[in-house]
């Protein structure tokens, strides 16, 4: 039985062969990431959809419900955060994820940022742009030493922690669960917020990690400490982060920012990247080889 496939895309395309080596499949590509696209018109011109590949985008059970005969959801994301799991639940769509394809681009991303903004490099760059050499305002900050604390010490947060060693910068973690890791100490959330220079968010976006970073928990933070971001957006109450940076009591944030938001482009104190800290080439073919395994893997369940 030839299953009928939806691959919905606004972001970067992805090559239209990479299923062909998988039978019993009639695969329909929706992609552009311009302007023109529509995601009602994805889901209009397709109600016949068994099985959904997507990016991140608003799966509601309002767009879900349109599709009568889906069966399977195929993120080409690690996170669902965007789909609507309860609706999936009650209607018998297993929904499965793209894990582990960034590799250690996310972490050296995170670490990158950590540099930018420790030595003030958005802000020199701009000045000596203009012509002005006498740059006496921005003063940067000695990593070796400090103290970083990162919250979320799964795969990418254990790669950061890797990294910062190179550095001389001593780690400490809280995780949800207990864990044992030779590359810091744990400790619980408001000594990691109370001690650390640095602050690392590498951890996935649920009820319980909404708005974590809020006006209670930057209170807590170390004064003139540096907070970078590669998870979702929706981690970090934003009046909240505009309010530390604005009154010092964060120095700086390195944030790779999932949505197309205007308020963060007049943030003080900030080096902002349009959530590509997994776009390198290893992790694009890696991720690609990953999901289209998973389609390929599932299919093989199929009579």
């Not at 552009?32 to 068994?50: G, K, V, W, Y």
């Not at 894990?99 to 050296?108: C, I, M």
């Amino acid at each position: 039985m030839v299953k009928t496939c939806l691959f919905v895309n606004n972001r970067e395309p992805y090559p239209e062969t990479c299923f062909d080596h998988i039978s019993g499949i009639d695969m329909v590509w929706y992609q552009d990431h311009s302007d023109r696209f529509s995601l009602e018109e994805a889901i209009t011109n397709n109600p016949t959809t068994q099985i959904l590949i997507t990016t991140l985008m608003d799966w509601s059970a309002a767009h879900l419900k349109q599709f009568p005969n889906l069966e399977l959801i195929i993120t080409i994301t690690t996170g669902t955060d965007y789909i609507d799991k309860t609706y999936c639940q009650q209607h018998n769509i297993k929904v499965l994820n793209t894990p582990g394809f960034t590799g250690a681009s996310v972490a050296e991303h995170a670490v990158a940022l950590m540099l930018a903004a420790a030595k003030r490099l958005v802000d020199f760059n701009h000045k000596i742009r203009t012509g002005d050499y006498q740059i006496f305002e921005h003063q940067g900050i000695e990593l070796f030493g400090a103290q970083a604390g990162i919250i979320g010490m799964g795969r990418i947060g254990s790669q950061v922690a890797q990294m910062l060693q190179g550095f001389g910068i001593n780690v400490v973690y809280c995780n949800r669960t207990q864990k044992v890791s030779d590359l810091g100490v744990q400790v619980d959330l408001d000594t990691l917020l109370n001690t650390s220079d640095i602050i690392f968010l590498t951890l996935s976006l649920n009820e319980t990690s909404r708005q974590m970073i809020n006006q209670d928990t930057l209170a807590k933070v170390k004064p003139g400490a540096i907070l970078i971001n590669i998870s979702p957006d929706d981690l970090i109450e934003f009046s909240a982060l505009q309010s530390a940076l604005t009154k010092g009591q964060l120095s700086y944030a390195g944030l790779d920012i999932h949505h197309e938001d205007d308020r963060f482009l007049n943030l003080p104190n900030t080096i902002l990247t349009p959530r590509r800290a997994w776009y390198t080439q290893a992790a694009f073919e890696r991720r690609i080889k990953i999901f289209s395994q998973t389609l390929a893997d599932y299919m093989q369940t199929q009579p």
